[in-house]
């Protein structure tokens, strides 16, 4: 019997477990298998200044050679300098899964005596990058899928000291709404435990300070992260420290990629060493799908944006701002706007109870002005008719005086013919 449980949802109101098995359980493989035989492609960039590892980090990264080192057979090390934005691009593979990495270094930056501007050659390729993916997108007759070049993930090389530089700032400034943007603190061997935390915390004051948007680790939860190692607590470690080593010593029989000095040797992959290992934990095994997302939905997003706004020569004009700030900003001046509404209803509204009590208290004033002329005539009339009144009684006085001579004369002639 199918177990039923209410919802509070109108269409789908009930949900059903199936009496036998129908197949779409397999979905997930199916999407996994395509996606699997159309392989993953991730992008990554590196920025900083000349010599602070980045070659040796990328390396490090993918445990394998990236960079030919035919060329100099018996070394590790990169002999040339980074002169131009030089793109990498190498076909991985682990346990059948295909992944074409493309790592694009950059001529470190703040080497010239003008370093204004440095960031623009960086700006410009990850826009073009957009602009391809646009173009190709935009096509009617798209050959899919799209060769995704993207810069899904900028990894920001901060050399080791007390605090960002100035240039490091305005660079992330520039390219914060751009790509993902991921500082990392490079040759942490040459600092004490008490060194980087400070030094972190510096880092992310100056961030925040300057509202640097970096890329936010949402929590990804993965069941087999190694000792049951939680999200949050690699998620502690940004803005990662790091070591990177192109050398494999060996301790007890043991390889490991580290560095040694006359005074002990440092694991790249111990994580009570250095950083490393979270950084490149959350880089490709738990985060990578979200760096894409991230670049699709609202850098490229944010891209388009400017762009169409710009072609469409839409009121909007193209703004240097990511969409989440705009909206932001949007949110605000409505609330303004409402605010100053509220504002000018409420004084309409003083004004409207001002007249009203104003024009009762005429009127009051109006009915006591009626009221007294009033109780004046009143007064009036009754002075004029006591006056009346006493005039009158003098003359009935005065007549009755002078009737009574004659009555009594009548009276008394009436009198004298009795006795006759
Ligand atoms: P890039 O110019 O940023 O690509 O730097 P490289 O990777 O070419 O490294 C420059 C030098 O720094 C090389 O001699 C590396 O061996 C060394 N290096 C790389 N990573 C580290 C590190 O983590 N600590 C220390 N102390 N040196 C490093």
Redesign the pocket.
Known sequence: KPSTSHTHSSSISKTKNLDGYVGFANLPNQVYRKSVKKGFEFNLMVI?E????????INSLFLAELYNTEDFPNTF??RR??LFIDSTSVLLNEKGVNLRLSII?TP?FGESIDNSNCWQPIIDFVDSKYEEFLNAESKINRKLPILDNRVHCCLH?IAPGHTLKTLDIEVMKKLHDRVNLIPVI?????MTPEEIKTFKTNVLNVINDHNIQIYEFPDIEDDELENNRSNSALKSKIPFA?????TVIENEGKPFRG?QYPWGCVNVDDLSHCDFMALRTMLIRTHMQDLKDVTNNVHYENYRFKKLAYVTGDKAKPTNKNPFQQLEEERKEAEARLEKMKNEMEGVFDLKVKEKIARLKESEVNLEKQQEAMRISLEKEEKELEERRTVFLREKQIWEESNKEEEDKLRLSLEKEADK
């Open positions: 900083g000349s010599g602070l590892g980045k070659s040796t980090f090390e990169r300098k980074t270094d470190g090389f490079a040759k942490a061997d040459t790091i070591v990177g080593s192109n560095r």
